[in-house]
């Protein structure tokens, strides 16, 4: 047998293999076209992920983001900037763990998001809303106007 036919005996073996493990969705889709097989070299398709650098934010974007949200008066305007930035879950995780908050693999991004506002807004408000003190910025009612 020749170097050709011997690669060629190969490959269609790993091929057999490799539509032996597919399921009759993934063997429909790609007959029909919807899927393709792609070669990926077998020592990097080996090596760890690493999510950090798979997140659409950097480490040097972190203290901005919570120094913005620090300064925000209201949970609304908290959750409006996290939406806008459009951050995945890996990067709502270096978030939250910036500001030292727990982390489980359990947090969906919405809890994410709750734990980021709560810790960095909502911590706040509540404090001013227990020492009874109000602003025009946290409320429509001041509870210490004089109504007379």
């Given at each position: 047998?020749?170097?050709?036919q011997e ?8 091929l057999a293999?490799l539509?032996k493990k ?15 097989i ?24 972190i203290e901005?983001?919570?120094?913005q ?11 409006a900037l996290l ?8 990067s709502l995780e270096l ?25 960095t807004?909502g ?18 009612r001041g ?6």
């Amino acid at each position: 047998m020749s170097t050709v036919q011997e690669a060629l005996s190969s490959l269609f073996g790993q091929l057999a293999s490799l539509v032996k493990k597919m399921s009759d969705e993934e063997l429909k889709m790609l007959t029909e076209g919807d899927v393709t097989i792609d070669l990926v070299k077998k020592d990097e398709s080996r090596k760890p992920i690493n999510r950090a650098k798979d997140s659409f934010l950097r480490r040097s974007e972190i203290e901005p983001i919570v120094s913005q949200l620090r300064s925000m008066d209201e949970r609304e305007q908290g959750v409006a900037l996290l939406s806008k930035l459009h951050l995945n879950k890996a990067s709502l995780e270096l978030v939250a763990r910036h500001i030292d908050l727990p982390v489980t693999q359990r947090d969906n991004m919405e809890t994410l998001r709750e734990k980021i506002i709560e810790a960095t807004i909502g911590y706040r408000l509540r404090s001013m809303a227990i020492q009874g003190r109000t602003d025009p910025q946290f409320s429509t009612r001041g509870g210490t106007e004089d109504t007379a």
